[in-house]
């Protein structure tokens, strides 16, 4: 009878633990991704440069009521008018863009 009674508890015990821990793995929580926010406006790039950590993610957002064309090494992308277009910088080095559809519109982004 005793004997019974200390099973019971020890299996509560075990379940205790079980549940506790299981709690401690759903609410271990992974640093967020930085991100870094380009806005284009009247044809230009604001902030025109930025600098960020690698890692970070780039989003553009297009506020014109034009169409832009975002050109660099790595990618190339048509931004519609309130179109989004993002991209994570890994390497370091420092990265020129510009539009496709309108000269004088250019960017960097510096990655540390
Ligand atoms: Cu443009």
Avoid at 53 to 58: I, R
């Amino acid at each position: 009878m005793a004997k019974r009674l200390v099973f019971g508890i020890l299996a509560l015990m075990a379940l205790a633990v079980l549940l506790s821990s299981c709690q401690q793995s759903t609410t271990q929580t992974t640093a967020p991704a930085e991100t870094s926010k380009i806005m284009i406006k009247n044809f230009a790039f604001n902030p025109q440069s930025v600098t960020i950590k690698a890692g970070t993610k780039v989003i553009w957002t297009n506020f014109d009521a034009e169409t832009h064309a975002l050109k660099s090494t790595f990618f190339e992308h048509t931004l519609y008018p309130g179109d989004s277009y993002s991209y994570t910088f890994n390497l370091t080095g420092t990265y020129n863009y510009y539009c496709l559809l309108h000269s004088p519109e250019n960017g960097t982004i510096i990655v540390e």
